[in-house]
């Protein structure tokens, strides 16, 4: 089986994607997703948010409401606002965010592929997610919701891509966060298999994001057994040099037990800790803002704490954490400990003041984003990274197009 192939996409009618085109699943509230699709019946939240539909009381993982994705989606279809291509394709999907352009690729990805790790992960998954998605995509017989892969320089399938985007756009829609979602259909017969050869060639891919999504494909596949569609996963791949990670931020809930003028003095003895005039940006992995007692400081870790070798180690949280947030706050598990609050995306460094001069938090931590070519290195030596250490950039949207598990 090639790394992937293509595939006959459920996607919105000619002229109806704005109608339909919706923030991933995973970056709204059950009220976010409520408010979102008011007044909006073809929204794909109504398919991959369906408790908005039912009593606002309703447990968002209760059999109702992975029927009513279903529902929903039905009738989507009977109404014509979604429609299935008769040939299987590849789908050109290109994200312009601001002054970021990434051009892509929707692919049905290898699912053994992604089993034996040349699909390769980086972050840790959990049951309850992972079980959410499995339900979800045996519930409406499809995958809804992409992963983002990344692939390494590929001169040649990057310019086929190219030429592509010279053709008719299928889809052009700027969505409310100001993001153009533009889509072109790739069904002939030799470009696409030109690109299948091209892709197959290529020694590995790598998530970016939707851990939950691959791995809950590869569940399905599995239970499933034997030949099929559901041996492929549903995916955009991009290519690595264009990809946008932002930074991640912390939220300190206390000091632990020291004032602002003892965390200074404690962070003094691994970090230079200089007062800023303004919002700290880092422009290093080794260089961190933290804001406390209304004001800003520049910490630069000293250079003999910075692992060289260590592809975890050397990554920006990973250098807070052995060095402030374990020692300092006590916390050994980001996942769980409730004294510590994530930001990331788009807020800014701006909301991390914000937060903390509200009272959500004591202190907070502006940190450098995480590079592609770091995730990558990460991914290779098999390990794993910490929790919230991406953010990716523009997002892909729901709807766009859909794996139809025949």
Not at 96 to 123: C, F
Request: with cysteine; proline share 7%.
């Amino acid at each position: 089986m090639p790394l992937v192939q293509p595939f006959r996409a459920l996607r919105p009618a000619p002229g109806r994607a704005a109608e339909v085109l919706a923030p991933p699943y995973d970056v709204l509230s059950s009220d976010e997703a409520r408010t979102r699709a008011a007044g909006k019946p073809w929204s794909f939240l109504h398919i991959s948010k369906p408790e908005i539909d039912l009593d606002p009381g309703i447990d968002p993982y209760a059999p109702a409401v992975y029927a009513k994705a279903r529902e929903n989606l039905d009738r989507m279809i009977e109404e014509g606002v979604l429609i299935r291509d008769d040939v299987p394709g590849y789908y050109v999907y290109r994200l312009t965010w601001r002054d970021r352009v990434q051009t892509g690729l929707a692919v049905a990805a290898s699912v053994a592929d992604y089993d034996t790790n040349r699909i390769r992960k980086h972050e840790l998954t959990t049951p309850a997610k992972e079980d959410d998605r499995v339900r979800q995509i045996d519930a409406v017989g499809a995958q809804t919701g992409p992963v983002m892969l990344a692939y390494r320089d590929c001169d040649s399938l990057d310019a086929l891509l190219a030429q592509v985007t010279q053709t008719e756009r299928a889809v052009d829609v700027t969505a409310d966060d100001g993001v153009r979602h533009e889509m072109w259909v790739v069904d002939g017969p030799e470009t696409v298999a030109q690109l299948t050869r091209t892709i197959d060639a290529l020694p590995n891919l790598y998530i970016a994001d939707g851990h939950h999504r691959s791995a809950a494909a590869s569940r399905v596949a599995a239970e499933r057994g034997g030949p099929g569609s559901h041996g492929q996963f549903l995916a955009v791949m991009f290519p690595d040099h264009q990809m946008t990670i932002l930074d991640y931020n912390r939220l300190m809930k206390d000091l632990n037990g020291r004032t602002p003028t003892e965390l200074l003095a404690a962070l003094g003895e691994r970090f230079d800790v200089t007062l800023a005039d303004g919002p700290v940006r880092p422009a290093a992995s080794h260089e961190v803002g933290l804001f406390v007692d209304g004001a800003w400081y520049a910490l630069t870790l000293h250079p003999e704490l910075v692992p060289a070798d260590d592809p975890v180690g050397r990554l920006p949280i990973t250098l807070l954490t052995k060095n402030a947030i374990e020692p300092l706050f006590g916390i050994t598990d980001q996942r769980r400990d409730k004294r510590i609050d994530f930001v990331g995306g788009g807020r800014g460094v701006e909301e991390l003041a914000r937060r903390v001069q509200a009272g959500d938090a004591a202190a907070a931590f502006s940190l450098y984003p995480t590079q592609m070519v770091d995730l990558m290195a990460v991914a290779d030596a098999g390990e794993i990274m910490p929790p919230k250490s991406t953010w990716f950039e523009p997002k892909l949207a729901d709807g766009m197009v859909s794996h139809v598990l025949d």
